[in-house]
């Protein structure tokens, strides 16, 4: 660990998670579930591509048996944006008031859903809520309506997480809103709902889980931090015990599925064992916190130019999160090495323990990214997606604006140090 343990460290961390209900058919209970709290008025949020395999309208119906009166908006936008949210939270507006939403979808709903949440309890616009520098970071001032969320993606993790993610169009920057209020409720996970899932968007969405889970383990230490005051305390709080546990898990699940899971989406244990890899990392990450390769996929997902991955929308170009995060992921984790060896190789061991461990130590995780990558087609580096030499000064600005990000990886990073991950990502083999 290269950060210098200050006089007074941290001794206490915290621990945080939304009430969780898991397995095939898990998704029937949700009125049930939302009539326990006197619910009558319900939002289903979701995209128009979810709203197509008719899985939002049939968790909607279920509901009128509790009594409660659903209605299904499909407008959420894939990769969401300031404008996207806009709308979703215009509409809940007109339509409502709301006694609670369900979120039906990726990180892309669920983060819409947060979003429409947030604004429709409190006053306000996004940019009074968006993290500083971009926005003014203020925290709500009321409580939210009950939120459950309903992944349909097996990687983003929403469901567990106090954080929504969007584009701010106007700057060309990722950035987010976060605060523990953000948090959902419940999180139904059904993997039944996953089988409709391209092979492209179980790739790219499980690259998410897998760096939620090596950026969780591999971040700065709770107890390297200076001692907080209560009121200081924040959802990212570093390692510590609890997420180490669910990151490891999430590792042995993932070397044991993920390939099979791209390669035959119809296969049960292999969509069960992603499913229950993403909740696992959710609940390590939305604690310990992300840190290099998640401030850079910020950027890289921002500035896209015109790069349409396989399997999602193609009427606009996208780099979508989980294969941004992945793109610099290799260089990264060469860059942090040495702050926690054991602990990179530790990882390394569950993400590929068939691999024989290379001579040179540092090369033994990046090298275990760099074959998965390659066997379930990601990009080969920045350069797949379009970018070049002389996209690196945009790409470290936007990546030095996410200091919550980088402030839990575990060692500092400066903008010479992003450059270079950057440049080395521009092709990875």
Same mark, same amino acid.
């Given at each position: 660990? /290269?950060?210098?343990?200050?006089?007074?460290?941290?001794?206490?961390?915290?621990?945080?998670?939304?009430?969780?209900?898991?397995?095939? @058919?898990?998704?029937?209970?949700?009125?049930?579930?939302?009539?326990?709290?006197?619910?009558?008025?319900?939002?289903?949020?979701?995209? #128009?591509?979810?709203?197509?395999?008719? #899985?939002?309208?049939?968790?909607?119906?279920? &509901?009128?048996?509790?009594?409660?009166?659903?209605?299904?908006?499909?407008?959420?936008?894939?990769?969401?944006?300031?404008? $996207?949210?806009?709308?979703?939270?215009? *509409?809940?507006?007109?339509?409502?008031?709301?006694?609670?939403?369900? #979120?039906?979808?990726?990180?892309?709903?669920?983060?819409?859903?947060?979003?429409?949440?947030?604004? /429709?309890?409190?006053?306000?616009?996004?940019?009074? =809520?968006?993290?500083?520098?971009?926005?003014?970071?203020?925290?709500?001032?009321?409580?939210?309506?009950?939120?459950?969320?309903?992944?349909?993606?097996?990687?983003?993790?929403?469901?567990?997480?106090?954080?929504?993610?969007?584009?701010?169009?106007?700057?060309?920057?990722?950035?987010?809103?976060?605060?523990?209020?953000? %948090?959902?409720?419940?999180?139904?996970?059904?993997?039944?709902?996953?089988?409709?899932?391209?092979?492209?968007?179980?790739?790219?969405?499980?690259?998410?889980?897998?760096? *939620?889970?090596?950026? /969780?383990?591999?971040?700065?230490? =709770?107890?390297?931090?200076?001692?907080?005051?209560?009121?200081?305390?924040?959802?990212?709080?570093?390692?510590?015990?609890? $997420?180490?546990?669910?990151?490891?898990?999430?590792? *042995?699940?993932?070397?044991?599925?993920?390939?099979?899971?791209?390669?035959?989406?119809?296969?049960?244990?292999?969509?069960?064992?992603?499913?229950?890899?993403?909740?696992?990392?959710?609940? @390590?990450?939305?604690?310990?916190?992300? *840190?290099?390769?998640?401030?850079?996929? =910020?950027?890289?997902?921002? %500035?896209?130019?015109?790069?349409?991955?396989?399997?999602?929308?193609?009427?606009?170009?996208?780099?979508?999160?989980?294969?941004?995060?992945?793109?610099? #992921?290799?260089?990264?984790?060469?860059?942090?090495?040495?702050?926690?060896?054991? %602990?990179?190789?530790?990882?390394?061991?569950?993400?590929?323990?068939? &691999?024989? %461990?290379?001579?040179?130590?540092?090369?033994?995780?990046?090298?275990?990214?760099?074959?998965? &990558?390659?066997?379930?087609?990601?990009?080969?580096?920045? @350069?797949?997606?379009?970018?070049?030499?002389?996209?690196?000064?945009?790409?470290?600005?936007?990546?030095?604006?996410?200091?919550?990000?980088?402030?839990?990886?575990?060692?500092?990073?400066?903008?010479?140090?992003?450059? @270079?991950?950057?440049?080395? $990502?521009? $092709?990875?083999?």
């Amino acid at each position: 660990m /290269s950060s210098t343990v200050p006089a007074r460290a941290e001794s206490v961390f915290t621990y945080g998670a939304p009430a969780l209900k898991f397995g095939p @058919g898990a998704s029937d209970e949700i009125g049930f579930d939302l009539s326990q709290h006197g619910v009558r008025r319900v939002l289903v949020i979701t995209d #128009a591509g979810v709203a197509a395999t008719g #899985a939002p309208h049939r968790i909607a119906e279920r &509901m009128t048996a509790f009594g409660i009166e659903a209605q299904v908006f499909d407008g959420a936008h894939v990769e969401p944006t300031d404008v $996207s949210l806009r709308e979703a939270v215009d *509409h809940a507006r007109a339509s409502g008031p709301w006694d609670a939403f369900v #979120a039906v979808g990726g990180g892309s709903s669920i983060d819409t859903a947060k979003a429409v949440n947030l604004l /429709s309890t409190n006053p306000g616009t996004l940019m009074d =809520y968006i993290n500083a520098p971009v926005g003014r970071a203020l925290a709500p001032e009321n409580p939210l309506k009950p939120l459950v969320a309903v992944p349909t993606t097996t990687g983003t993790g929403s469901e567990s997480t106090t954080i929504c993610v969007l584009d701010v169009l106007e700057l060309k920057v990722k950035t987010g809103i976060s605060h523990a209020r953000l %948090r959902p409720t419940l999180a139904v996970i059904d993997p039944d709902l996953t089988f409709t899932l391209p092979a492209g968007v179980t790739a790219a969405s499980g690259m998410d889980i897998l760096c *939620h889970a090596l950026e /969780s383990y591999t971040a700065r230490p =709770y107890d390297t931090y200076p001692r907080k005051h209560p009121e200081q305390r924040v959802p990212y709080c570093g390692a510590n015990p609890i $997420s180490d546990a669910w990151s490891e898990r999430a590792l *042995h699940l993932l070397a044991r599925s993920f390939r099979t899971a791209v390669r035959d989406g119809d296969d049960p244990e292999a969509r069960s064992e992603m499913a229950l890899a993403a909740t696992f990392a959710g609940l @390590g990450f939305g604690n310990a916190g992300v *840190h290099i390769p998640h401030a850079n996929a =910020y950027p890289i997902a921002g %500035r896209v130019k015109d790069f349409h991955p396989t399997g999602y929308p193609a009427h606009e170009p996208m780099v979508p999160h989980g294969m941004a995060v992945s793109l610099t #992921a290799p260089e990264a984790f060469r860059f942090t090495f040495r702050a926690q060896p054991e %602990r990179h190789l530790r990882a390394a061991e569950l993400l590929a323990p068939e &691999m024989e %461990r290379p001579a040179d130590a540092a090369e033994y995780l990046p090298t275990a990214i760099q074959r998965l &990558m390659r066997d379930i087609g990601m990009p080969d580096g920045i @350069g797949g997606v379009g970018y070049d030499k002389g996209d690196i000064p945009a790409l470290v600005d936007g990546a030095m604006k996410q200091q919550r990000l980088l402030a839990t990886a575990p060692r500092e990073v400066t903008e010479d140090d992003l450059a @270079g991950i950057f440049d080395r $990502s521009l $092709s990875l083999w």
